[in-house]
T-cell receptor
Framework: GAVVSQHPSWVICKSGTSVKIECRSLDFQATTMFWYRQFPKQSLMLMATSNEGSKATYEQGVEKDKFLINHASLTLSTLTVTSAHPEDSSFYIC?????WGGGELFFGEGSRLTVL | GESVGLHLPTLSVQEGDNSIINCAYSNSASDYFIWYKQESGKGPQFIIDIRSNMDKRQGQRVTVLLNKTVKHLSLQIAATQPGDSAVYFCAEKSGGQNFVFGPGTRLSVLP
């Protein structure tokens, strides 16, 4: 299978600061990556689709200026939570589609953000 | 839009028994489906997939069944083990690039 890696796994920050989360496809190139948010005991909520070399596509209700997404290379997408507040505390997960077979979606390990 | 569950349904099975996890999907045009396993504090892990031109696909201890008539997908786990305890999500894709996820089912394996 393919490997998608996220960093950091866990981050605690003060309210008002910005936090960057990285998503890397380790053994394949991904022109498209996806960012999700997951609340406890709930399913994955798609936040945005990250496109290499172009602007991300955000889902309805997701603030573009709040959640900045950059997909600068075929193996790296970053999500920056700007001016984080306690309500932004959540589990953030990225995924990427492999460019072979059925285009299976592989997920990163997730990043838990706690904003104090 | 995405499916967001409020409370995860739970399935409890005895160790060694077979588990069946069900998923109803929404789009009759969906042509590709994946089952994921998510352990606490981790990202979803790919288990098995199936295309809409198939009714059944088997993996190691797992079988996915697809009933397009009633838009139903199931995951069968044979001889369930404690390590199978997790939340299981189905995902459907209908054209485009996005997958839509089901609300998830928590599987608890009893000793």
């Amino acid at each position: 299978g393919a490997v998608v890696s996220q960093h950091p796994s866990w981050v605690i920050c003060k309210s008002g600061t910005s936090v960057k989360i990285e998503c890397r496809s380790l053994d394949f190139q991904a022109t498209t990556m996806f960012w999700y948010r997951q609340f406890p005991k709930q399913s994955l909520m798609l936040m945005a689709t990250s496109n290499e070399g172009s602007k991300a596509t955000y889902e309805q209700g997701v603030e573009k200026d709040k959640f900045l997404i950059n997909h600068a290379s075929l193996t790296l997408s970053t999500l920056t939570v700007t001016s984080a507040h306690p309500e932004d505390s959540s589990f953030y997960i990225c995924s990427a589609r492999v460019p072979w077979g059925g285009g299976e979606l592989f997920f990163g390990e997730g990043s838990r953000l706690t904003v104090l | 839009g995405e499916s967001v569950g409020l409370h995860l349904p739970t399935l409890s099975v005895q160790e060694g028994d077979n588990s069946i996890i069900n998923c109803a999907y929404s789009n009759s045009a969906s042509d590709y489906f994946i089952w994921y396993k998510q352990e606490s504090g981790k990202g979803p892990q790919f288990i098995i997939d199936i295309r809409s031109n198939m009714d059944k696909r088997q993996g190691q201890r797992v079988t996915v069944l697809l009933n397009k008539t009633v838009k139903h997908l199931s995951l069968q786990i044979a001889a369930t083990q404690p390590g199978d305890s997790a939340v299981y999500f189905c995902a459907e894709k209908s054209g485009g690039q996005n997958f839509v996820f089901g609300p998830g089912t928590r599987l608890s394996v009893l000793p």
